[in-house]
């Protein structure tokens, strides 16, 4: 069955950066893409960017730009999700999460990891 | 960038009854629509995608309708499980975009 297992929670101070883990098993990881989407506390779904794990393209949310980072490592099934100059308007639950998107960003996303928060405070 | 507007943004319901979620593009975006089911501290569900397709494992009382702009999910006969927030999402152009999610609440 499709699984995406996800880093534990992580506490940082603004300024400092996270990077949240996404491993993969049940399909074969280069066949989709990644898409990573933030849920601030009670608040709905934002997506942030997309991955392509079979070629490493990526596209982010314009907002975003120049603060975050995807990438994967095809060896281990793994997707990460780096977030740079954090804010404490980036505290929120970090998911994961399966993309038809092969090799364009904008596929159906089906399944998603368990998702990991990510608290920002001085 | 498409936007997603649901309606209503919450309501109340009792088991049994029947309900529907409304989800309009601002733009058209063909059958391009899914909907996902999320309950507390817990990560979204696919229920439905292409706008009318039930996902494996789904029960059959959800279905849903609707392309080109106006979309809707329906749920025949409310269990207590069904009680959570719904989202919809366009995936037909990028950036991909999510509704502001509806919360279905117990009577």
């Known amino acids: 069955q499709v699984q995406l297992v996800q880093s534990g929670a992580e506490v940082k101070k603004p300024g400092a950066s996270v990077k949240v883990s996404c491993k993969a098993s049940?399909?074969?990881?280069?066949?989709?893409?990644i898409s990573w989407v933030r849920q601030a506390p009670g608040q709905g779904l934002e997506w942030m960017g997309w991955?392509?794990?079979?070629?490493?393209?990526?596209n982010y949310a314009q907002k975003l730009q120049g603060r975050v980072t995807m990438t994967t490592d095809t060896s281990t099934s793994t997707a990460y999700m780096e977030l740079r100059s954090l804010r404490s308007d980036d505290t929120a639950v970090y998911y994961c999460?399966?993309?038809?998107?092969?090799?364009?960003?904008?596929?159906?996303?089906?399944?998603w990891g368990q998702g990991t928060l990510v608290t920002v405070s001085s | 960038a498409i936007r997603m507007t649901q309606s209503p943004s919450s309501f109340s319901a009792s088991t049994g009854d029947r309900v529907t979620i409304t989800c309009r593009a601002s733009q058209g975006i063909s059958s391009y629509l899914a909907w996902y089911q999320q309950k507390p501290g817990k990560a979204p569900k696919l229920l439905i995608y292409?706008?009318?397709t039930l996902q494996s494992g789904v029960p059959s009382r959800f279905s849903g309708s609707g392309s080109g702009t106006d979309f809707t999910l329906t749920i025949s006969c409310l269990q207590s499980e069904d009680f959570a927030t719904y989202y919809c999402q366009q995936y037909y152009s990028y950036p991909p975009a999510f509704g502001q999610g509806t919360k279905l609440e117990i009577k």
């Open positions: 049940g399909y074969t990881f280069t066949s989709y893409g």
């Open positions: 991955i392509s794990a079979y070629n490493g393209n990526t």
């Open positions: 999460a399966r993309d038809s998107g092969v090799v364009v960003a904008g596929g159906l996303i089906d399944y």
């Open positions: 292409a706008a009318s």
